[in-house]
Every structure is written in C-alpha cells, then in structure tokens.
C-alpha cells in the first residue's frame, strides 16, 4: 500500500515519456513538401528572382524546421543581396541542425569574407578542410574568396571607423 502512489507516479512518467519519443520524427525524414519547395527556391535562386526564393524557401521551413538545406539557399539569397549579417544567421542556423555541415561552413566562411571577418572566414577554412580531409569544392571556394577579400565598400568603411592609437590623437584647438 505504501508503494502504490510511486509506483502510480512513476508508470505516468514512463508512459508520458516512451508515447512523445514514438510520436518524434527521425532527423533525416524530411517532410517531401519542403523538399519540393527547397527545389523550387533554388530555381528562383539561379533565375535572379530573390523575393520569390526568399518566400518559397521560408515556406518551406514553415514545413518542417530541420531543412538544412533551406537554411543555406536562404544565406545565399541573403548573400545575392548583400546582406552577410542575415547570410551569417542563416548559416549558423543550418550548423546548429548539423555542426559538421561543410557547405554551410563554407557558405558561412564566404558571407563572413562578405562582411569583412577575415579571421573567422580563416577559422572555418580551418574547420573545413579538418572535415573534408581532402581537397573538396566549399574548401575551394572559401579560400578563394579569402583571397579575394572583402568588397571595396567594406574596406573603406572599417578604414573610417578605426580609431587611432592614443599617441596619434588630434588635439583640439583652443
């Protein structure tokens, strides 16, 4: 009589926990409408069509969140547009579904040269190439855009907003 009411809790618990773990989906079923409207985002991607690509492949993470591979045609629809920050977010996205992902890696590395972070485009070149072991295609792509660096426009703007060392500052004239 005293072990009827844990033995009570703890059979609701076990129940609770085994029916949520039978209703989750596995991690590489993704759902084939999201693929389909993937497909379809990056065909509007490849045609210069942004706006729709950008909607199509929200959608499609509407559908089901663990699309990686939208995450990533999302930061290159961001990066078409100039907007590595929004690239970047995408990216970090896609990593956090699957860390060792190379092309969001790679992507990301190209959106970070993109917005001028030479140091942590480096940082995931590093981490790419540890991943691929050999030579592949998003290693290749991150080192060129490396060594192309950063826009023009980018340049200017963090020449104007860096400080000068404290010995070099202007004084004021009384």
Do not use: H, W
């Not at 590489?28 to 492949?57: C, R, V, W």
């Not at 792509?141 to 963090?158: C, E, T, W, Y």
């Amino acid at each position: 009589m005293r072990f009827s009411p844990p033995a009570i809790a703890l059979s609701l618990v076990l129940a609770t926990v085994s029916s949520t773990v039978v209703a989750q989906k596995a991690d590489d079923q993704i759902n084939p409408k999201s693929l389909a409207l993937l497909a379809e985002g990056q065909s509007q991607l490849k045609a210069g069509n942004f706006a729709a690509a950008n909607d199509t492949l929200e959608t499609a993470l509407a559908i089901d969140p663990r699309n990686r591979a939208a995450f990533v045609a999302l930061g290159r629809v961001a990066q078409a547009q100039q907007l590595p920050g929004k690239a970047i977010r995408m990216y970090f996205e896609a990593l956090s579904i699957e860390p060792n992902d190379v092309n969001a890696l790679g992507a990301q590395g190209e959106a970070m040269v993109q917005r001028g972070a030479m140091e942590r485009a480096r940082a995931n070149l590093a981490r790419v190439r540890t991943l691929c072991k050999a030579e592949c295609a998003p290693a290749t792509q991150l080192a060129a855009a490396i060594a192309k660096g950063p826009p023009p426009a980018v340049v200017a703007a963090q020449t104007a907003t860096k400080v000068p060392p404290k010995g070099e500052e202007t004084s004021k004239a009384n």
